[in-house]
């Protein structure tokens, strides 16, 4: 039988269990406070890859025990939402949860308007992109945003300690987090990128009789991690994890980590004007007026 991946086996049951965004899951926060209530909006929750958007979808239906439905809009379309909402409207309280939701398309998003605003579905969609670009204004309106920040080193730190010290297989292995700065640098805020390297980073070191413990240091993160620069692939989900990390590192005023990754798009072979553009969007965005000469 395949074993998921830590990423995986650590995903929390409990909102409770999360690490990061008590702006949204400490007590008395708005988003907690109506899934206590068992009341939920239609939402979008907005953040970078790896904060747990996905992990929130399912918390709140493990604790409504609603009816729910996940779509990939990656491979979803029209199709499947109409068969989801005739299903929902023989139920009550349907959820369904659109993962990626900002590569639908126009028409599919059009789909979703009457389901939500007669309340046959709560929708809860997950988006790495600014919603205010990507979601018709339309469905926007209907829907409260949530807004997730991404991982800061406080709980990366505390997420291995807690996988290394709960995850049975890792258990097996008496890992030593020796060095910690190499795996939170190349996460980039990224929850589910950190356990999956560090998953790999532990099953790339040798082991042997003589040593009992697995030892995780800098250097060996950074040789295993290089090892992976050629498995940049632009069109598939690394492309989109690196230029999210570049832009977190230049949103967070960190020259040396916007200049790896952005080295690291250049090396791959990434299309120049793309990056330019991305570096535009953060401009205007997350600059803008605040300071007209930056």
Not at 99 to 123: C, M, P, S, W, Y
Not at 201 to 210: K, N
Not at 227 to 256: C, T, V, W
Request: aromatic share 6%; with cysteine; hydrophobic share 45%.
């Amino acid at each position: 039988m395949n074993t998921p991946p830590l990423a995986e086996r650590m995903r929390p049951n409990a909102i409770d269990e999360l690490f990061g965004q008590q702006q949204l899951t400490g007590k008395g926060s708005i988003l907690r406070t109506a899934i206590e209530n068992g009341k939920i909006p239609s939402m979008i929750l907005w953040g970078p890859p790896g904060v747990g958007k996905t992990t929130i979808a399912h918390i709140i239906a493990q604790r409504l025990q609603q009816p729910f439905y996940q779509l990939s809009a990656i491979s979803a379309g029209v199709k499947e939402v109409r068969e989801i909402i005739e299903i929902a409207k023989n139920k009550t309280g349907v959820i369904l949860f659109i993962d990626e939701i900002h590569r639908f398309n126009k028409g599919q998003q059009d789909a979703l308007l009457g389901a939500v605003e007669k309340g046959i579905i709560t929708l809860i969609g997950a988006t790495t992109e600014n919603p205010s670009f990507e979601v018709n204004s339309a469905l926007l309106s209907r829907c409260q945003v949530y807004i997730l920040k991404a991982l800061d080193k406080e709980h990366l730190i505390a997420l291995m300690q807690h996988a290394v010290a709960t995850d049975i297989l890792l258990k097996e292995k008496n890992i030593v987090l020796k060095e910690t700065e190499a795996l939170i640098r190349i996460s980039g805020g990224d929850g589910r990128k950190l356990l999956n390297l560090l998953e790999l980073v532990i099953e790339s070191i040798p082991r042997t009789s003589e040593k009992k413990d697995t030892v995780i240091t800098d250097d060996i993160v950074m040789e295993i991690a290089q090892q992976r620069i050629a498995l940049y692939d632009k069109k598939g989900e690394q492309h989109y994890d690196i230029i999210s990390a570049f832009i977190k590192s230049m949103r967070g005023s960190d020259p040396n980590g916007a200049v790896y990754w952005l080295a690291r798009m250049i090396e791959a072979g990434e299309d120049v004007k793309f990056i330019a553009r991305r570096m535009l969007i953060f401009a205007s965005e997350d600059i803008g007026n605040a300071n007209p000469n930056a």
